[in-house]
């Protein structure tokens, strides 16, 4: 897996043999501090997941000021073996 990350949001691709379980998804979400954001995410979603026509995946979490800050978000990425990419 890795992850791009801005002063907006992070990017996380990864292949569908790759894609942690609900479970694990909850924990670095709660790591993270992603919160639901009307109009970006589905009804009590904390992040958007795509997938691309060769089945690729991304997940897109939007950055605000209820989530952790990007260096803590990058600290936590790693933590989790996600190669990381600071695109600020």
Do not use: C
């Amino acid at each position: 897996m890795r992850a791009h990350i801005s002063e907006q949001a992070i990017v996380i691709h990864f292949s569908p043999s790759e894609n942690p379980s609900s479970e694990e998804w909850d924990r670095l979400l709660d790591k993270l501090k992603s919160v639901n954001i009307p109009g970006y995410y589905e009804a009590g979603r904390r992040m958007r997941v795509l997938v691309d026509p060769e089945e690729r995946m991304r997940v897109l979490i939007f950055l605000t000021t209820e989530t952790v800050t990007v260096d803590d978000a990058i600290s936590i990425l790693q933590e989790w073996n996600i190669d990381v990419h600071d695109d600020r």
